[in-house]
């Protein structure tokens, strides 16, 4: 669909949806991958996000950060699709979709992989998104301060497994 | 930031960058977004006798409503528009508006036949932090729900209801030769919910799977509508095929491709601008709002696959600017429109293969086309594929309805396979639901449809075209249309009214229609201009809605027009996101302004004859 072609409700909104579906559609995107260690499963949640973003672009495009909009709904999304996954059965042949992601390199993923879902987004939230710890807590719905003691665990937990890292870096 | 902080950082941003995700598709977001909400608003239309079966489930509210009567106040004066004229009116419809803790949140697929169903999360809120996923909830008034229970073995996208029978269609449970992909099945009940017969439609999605691009080719927006004489659903098959899987030995395409009327076109490199001369691929939009300061991350490795369309839009604004935002960092200006440059135009084509020589046909090659699956079954159990006569292919944004005697299909279709074009919008027609008639759509209508369907036996749709908001009856073989923001009410001068929800039932038709600033004319950017630095990003002015206004009828031709805000109160946040025409009754569902960005509350109003 392009601007023109659209011919709909407002030909503007067409356009800074889509501007906005450039800009952020893959960073939001590799940042679920991150979180859910499932890519395919996290591109269509984000356009799934994006289609609903789309839907109430009114109102979505005038929050401060329509990214953490996107990011928490496709979050939420996916979520609900393991959940179905896990309870629906299973063939043998099929990788638990629960678990972590294709994840063998670099060290921070399998670190990563330790930290449940919750962590896992306040750290690529924070870390890769570079999201405030407030704009963080607004994009997942959660009180700053249960960001920051997700945060402060989850770091603990990198640490300790990346601690290797920090003296790399120091010599 | 301390080292480890750092290297989380760009061990982080050195993955994420390694990720080949495929290129996105806005066009087909959009056309997602717009499916659903259209879905959303259209109910199937049925003679509707209230069922007074047994509801498995609990109770989630009951008398708890705080109702209160609101008349529907009608502009006076007859007002008439080219083509049929339509009166502002008292229509005899009562407003109750109903405590959000018993009305539906996050709902689609409000049935319109028999009892009222619906697929929600919750009970007044559109995002629970703990999303349960949705489940059907019945009602008998729209305004009190319990849950009812759903098929097992099934996750479901939409229902329909007729006399007893309550249908719903989703995917089941995937086996190991089904693939990644659930089957796309139909489950029945007759007993409210208490018991579920399941069937699989006929639809080969493992060979489609195989042949499209890496997590293509699954089942979506598969709908469903029913009456008497059987149950007819239509299954659109999201993706891309991969047309590598098909090329002949040794031939391959690094450049990308694109389908074509009868096959696939081969592309090479670049070989012209993208874009016409004084025309770009980048209008300066600015950024809707400020997101972070986070570096971009570094280009992917390209990805061979279908290639789209290039958006052209005028290089110097010009009369063609609209200013849309003021921020700190100074006036944004976006323009209204771009236009669509097919890929051929600006690619050499160095090969093309019809469909046979790639040895593409049945399921696939339908999928392929974007051709949307069509089954009926008289009795809700063995279903047939069905054929819509001279059906092009890239049909999307299908919707369909029926009332007692009749069916009807809608579909959106672009005249090329690239995309670009304006599109098309087609209807069927069927009475029995496996002979089908293409019916012309509206002149209107070419933009595509907000609802369709039957009006006293006469088919009917809401089109938001550009003069906003349009009505068409068909008439034996004549479309009358008229606009609907001749009984709107009072619009301020330098705004325009543009349709942003439709429903059509068996109780008459409801729009939300928004009034807002044009963001083109001279007043609207003079306002942007005095707002300055102060105005957020584009909140302020351009295409926030100022006014909402809730239009029903009846009968087709005489309105009444609401204020949503009045309605509502003053926590309405502007959005509509349900609205539903059942047999004897509005049923608005209204967002409110909630604590965060999120969890947004909804209540409803329900419209009865009063």
């Known amino acids: 669909m392009t601007a023109e072609s659209s011919g709909r409700a407002s030909d503007l909104a067409v356009v800074l949806f889509a501007d906005f579906y450039r800009e952020g559609r893959d960073r939001i995107a590799r940042a679920l991958t991150l979180t859910l260690g499932d890519q395919d499963l996290a591109v269509e949640a984000v356009d799934e996000a994006m289609a609903r973003a789309y839907q109430r672009w009114t109102r979505v495009g005038t929050l401060e950060n329509p990214g953490g909009w996107v990011y928490r709904v496709a979050l939420n999304w996916s979520c609900s699709v393991l959940r179905r996954r896990r309870r629906a059965p299973r063939p043998r042949t099929e990788r638990d979709p629960t678990d972590i992601g294709p994840i063998s390199e670099p060290t921070v993923l399998r670190a990563l992989a330790e930290l449940d879902v919750r962590q896992r987004a306040v750290v690529v939230c924070r870390h890769l998104l570079g999201w405030s710890e407030e704009e ?16 402060h665990r989850a770091n603990r937990i990198l640490a300790r497994r990346l601690d290797h890292l920090r003296n790399e870096s120091q010599q | 930031m301390s ?15 390694d990720l080949d995700l495929g290129p996105g598709d806005v066009g087909r977001v959009m056309a997602r977004s717009r499916t659903r909400k259209r879905r959303q608003s259209v109910a199937a239309l049925v003679a509707v006798v209230l069922v007074a079966g047994t ?17 529907a106040n009608g502009n006076s004066g007859a007002l008439g528009s080219p083509g049929a004229t339509l009166h502002s009116g008292n229509v005899g419809v009562v407003w109750e508006k109903v405590d959000p803790h018993s009305a539906l949140g996050f709902a689609n697929s409000v049935t319109a036949g028999g009892s009222l169903y619906a697929l929600s999360t919750a009970p007044g809120v559109t995002n629970p932090d703990d999303y349960p996923g949705r ?7 729209g305004v009190n729900w319990s849950t009812a229970r759903g098929p097992s073995d099934a996750y479901i996208s939409d229902l329909s209801a007729t006399g007893t029978q309550l249908y719903a269609v989703g995917t089941g449970t995937a086996t190991v030769a089904d693939g990644p992909f659930s089957p796309l099945v139909v489950s029945a009940s007759a007993d409210g919910g208490s018991s579920w017969h399941s069937v699989q439609l006929p639809i080969d999605l493992a060979a489609i799977h195989a042949g499209f691009l890496s997590g293509d080719g699954g089942g979506e927006n598969v709908n469903v509508a029913s009456n008497a004489s059987g149950v007819l659903v239509v299954a659109e098959v999201g993706g891309s095929l991969d047309v590598t899987k098909f090329l ?55 990805t061979v696959g279908p290639v789209s369309p290039t958006e052209c839009f005028p290089a110097n604004a010009g009369a063609n600017a609209v200013v849309h935002a003021s921020d700190p960092a100074g006036v944004k200006t976006v323009l209204a429109s771009g236009s669509a440059i097919a890929p051929q135009d600006n690619h050499p084509v160095t090969a093309s293969y019809t469909w046979a020589q790639l040895g593409l046909s049945g399921d696939l090659l339908k999928a ?21 006569p001279n059906a092009p292919a890239q049909s999307q944004q299908v919707e369909m309805a029926a009332d007692a005697d009749n069916f009807v299909i809608a579909a959106n279709s672009t005249p090329s396979m690239s995309g670009t074009g304006q599109g098309q919008e087609l209807l069927w027609q069927s009475t029995d639901g496996t ?58 001068a330098g705004d325009v009214v543009r349709g942003d929800n439709a429903a059509i039932g068996p109780f008459g038709i409801a729009v939300v229609a928004d009034i807002a600033p044009n963001p ?28 909402q206004r809730l239009l029903v009828s009846r009968d087709g031709t005489t309105w009444s027009s609401q204020s949503l805000n009045q309605l509502v109160g003053s926590d309405f946040s502007g959005v509509v996101p349900d609205l539903v025409v059942a047999s004897n009754r509005f049923i608005v569902t209204a967002q409110l302004n909630g604590p965060t960005n999120l969890a947004s509350p909804e209540i409803i109003l329900v419209g009865s004859a009063g």
């Open chain 1, 136 to 151: 963080t807590a607004i994009a997942l719905s959660t009180p700053v301060g249960t960001v920051k003691s997700r945060l």
């Open chain 2, 3 to 17: 080292n480890l902080d750092h290297q989380i950082e760009q061990q982080l941003y050195a993955s994420a960058s």
């Open chain 2, 55 to 71: 509801i498995a489930g609990t109770a989630v509210a009951r008398d708890n409503s705080r109702g209160f009567p609101v008349t």
């Open chain 2, 135 to 141: 489940q059907i909830y019945q009602s008998s008034d």
């Open chain 2, 248 to 302: 002949p030995a040794g031939v391959t395409a690094p450049n990308g491709w694109v389908l074509t009327a009868t096959g696939v076109d081969l592309l090479g490199p670049i070989d012209s601008p993208a874009c016409p001369a004084g025309t770009t691929t980048s209008p300066n939009l600015g950024r809707v709002a400020p997101e972070t300061t986070l570096a971009p991350l570094s280009p992917t490795t390209a």
């Open chain 2, 368 to 388: 392929a086309q974007g051709e949307p699956f069509v089954f009926f079954s008289p009795n809700g159990k063995n279903f047939q594929a069905v054929t819509l």
């Open chain 2, 435 to 492: 002979t089908w008639t293409p019916t012309a759509a509206a002149p209107g209508d070419e933009t595509g449809l907000d609802a369709v369907g039957y009006v006293a036996g006469r088919l009917t749709t809401v089109s938001d075209t550009q003069n906003g908001p349009t009505v068409a009856t068909l008439d034996g073989s004549q479309w009358s249309e008229a606009s609907l923001d001749q009984v709107v009410g009072t619009v301020p």
């Open chain 2, 520 to 547: 083109t004319s001279q007043q609207t950017q003079a306002q942007i201009a005095a707002s300055g630095a102060a105005a957020k990003a584009y909140g302020a002015v351009g295409p926030s809605v100022d006014t």
